[in-house]
C-alpha cells in the first residue's frame, strides 16, 4: 500500500489538491504535514490568494497544523489588515472614519465581557 509522500507538492494526479507546506515561502507561516488546499485553478497559489495582508514584520504568525483540509476560497486575514485586536471588537471602526476613527461606538464599549 502507497501513501502520498508529504513533501511533494500535489498528492494526485489531478494537480487540484496541493500540500501546501511545500509552497509556503514566507518565515510566519508554518503547515504541518498532510495539510492540503483543494482549488481547481490555482492550489499552488495558495500562499498568494488566501493569506490576506500578510506582513511577517508585523509579527503575526500563521500555524495550521497536520492533516487539515482547507477548501477552495478560504481566506486568512491577517492582523495587519487594519482590525485592533485591543479591543472589544476586531470590527476596523478606524477604516470608516468620522466618529469611529476616534474610538469603538459607545453602545459597543458598553458590552460585558
Request: with cysteine.
Amino acid at each position: 500500500m502507497k501513501i502520498p509522500n508529504p513533501n511533494e507538492i500535489f498528492p494526485n494526479e489531478y494537480h487540484t489538491s496541493c500540500f501546501i507546506k511545500n509552497v509556503i515561502t514566507a518565515p510566519n507561516i508554518s503547515v504541518g504535514d498532510y495539510t492540503y488546499y483543494d482549488d481547481p485553478v490555482d492550489p499552488a497559489g495558495f500562499e498568494k490568494n488566501n493569506v490576506l495582508f500578510n506582513w511577517p514584520e508585523f509579527g503575526d504568525r500563521l500555524i495550521i497544523g497536520k492533516f487539515c483540509s482547507i477548501a477552495c476560497g478560504t481566506q486568512f486575514i491577517m492582523g495587519p489588515a487594519n482590525h485592533r485586536t485591543s479591543s472589544v471588537t476586531t470590527y476596523p471602526f478606524a477604516v470608516f472614519g468620522g466618529e469611529w476613527a476616534e474610538r469603538v461606538p459607545s453602545h459597543l464599549s458598553q458590552l460585558p465581557f
